[in-house]
């Protein structure tokens, strides 16, 4: 069953990316790298580590495509919208289809609550990586976070030499 998800999530991350590459649209394009980030956090939660797929969909789908959308919109001004709307009858079936994924969902917590967990906590937490990030992997975090002022500063030169 495992094998199944996988095979399911990478199919959708593959197609997602390829329609990420392949649109010439770029919101189009930016919802494609959605749905792919969101991949990622699945394929996080398969591996038991929660606290990185709740930091992938905050941190990457939330507020760093909430941001790339905004530079988007801002920049590339698009047309204005007139006509009927192509997608009515898709519409009136959201709200009925919303509905019946929320009544799912809530009948499977319902459903699916079982006696707590005893034993030790998973060793995938929050603890185990702050205490990885700041000791192994110290060096290549702090790397990282110049190479990233770097490139920050780089953008702020070539922003200023063309204004």
């Not at 790298?33 to 930091?55: D, H, I, K, S």
């Not at 530079?71 to 007139?82: D, R």
């Not at 967990?117 to 205490?131: C, K, L, N």
């Not at 976070?145 to 702020?156: C, H, I, N, T």
Request: hydrophobic share 60%; charged share 10%; with cysteine.
């Amino acid at each position: 069953m495992a094998l199944v998800a996988f095979i399911l999530v990478a199919l959708v991350a593959v197609g997602s990316a390829l329609g990420l590459v392949l649109r010439r649209n770029p919101i189009h394009g930016a919802l494609f790298l959605v749905v792919n980030l969101g991949c990622v956090a699945v394929f996080y939660l398969m591996l038991g580590a929660e606290f990185l797929a709740a930091a992938q969909v905050i941190v990457y789908a939330g507020a760093i495509m909430v941001l790339f959308v905004f530079a988007i919109m801002v920049l590339i001004p698009g047309k204005e919208e007139t006509g009927p709307d192509p997608r009515r009858t898709l519409r009136t079936w959201a709200a009925p289809a919303a509905g019946l994924l929320f009544v799912q969902v809530l009948t499977w917590l319902l459903v699916s609550r079982g006696p707590a967990p005893s034993g030790p906590p998973p060793t995938g937490g929050v603890e185990a990586i702050g205490r990885l990030l700041f000791s192994d992997y110290l060096f290549p975090f702090e790397l990282t976070s110049v190479l990233l002022l770097a490139a920050m500063v780089g953008v702020l030169l070539l922003a200023r030499r063309r204004a």
